[in-house]
Nanobody, 124 residues
Framework: QVQLVESGGGLVQAGDSLRLSCATSGRTSSSRHMGWFRQAPGKEREFVAAIRRSTGTMIYSDSVKGRFTISKDNTGNTVYLQMNSLKPEDTALYYC?????????????????WGQGTQVTVSS
């Protein structure tokens, strides 16, 4: 089992920045890559970004590319999401997830472990 705890969410204005953190514990070696997803009220969970723990290779959704940056610490046990130039449409509950697969996936059902989420609200 892998436990994930997100932090860093909050209420900001459009154009501001936030950095989310995801701390993992438990059998962290079983998680090959980590992802961030978000879910706004009434919408499906949406892929945001992912990073491979061993190589640091990253992928992003088109909606955040150039504004958000995913990174990890040296151990790969903490993953970050730096969010710049935030927009009201970025408002959502942001989830961290871990996958046991080496291959990237943008599909939520392919992730094995999830955190409880941290709320990000961007006002206009």
């Amino acid at each position: 089992q892998v436990q994930l705890v997100e932090s860093g969410g909050g209420l900001v204005q459009a154009g501001d920045s936030l950095r989310l953190s995801c701390a993992t514990s438990g059998r962290t070696s079983s998680s090959r890559h980590m992802g961030w997803f978000r879910q706004a009220p009434g919408k499906e969970r949406e892929f945001v970004a992912a990073i491979r723990r061993s190589t640091g290779t990253m992928i992003y959704s088109d909606s955040v590319k150039g504004r958000f940056t995913i990174s990890k610490d040296n151990t790969g046990n903490t993953v970050y999401l730096q969010m710049n130039s935030l927009k009201p449409e970025d408002t959502a509950l942001y989830y961290c997830a871990a996958s046991q697969s080496y291959f990237f996936s943008r599909i939520a059902s392919n992730y094995d472990y999830w955190g409880q989420g941290t709320q990000v609200t961007v006002s206009s």
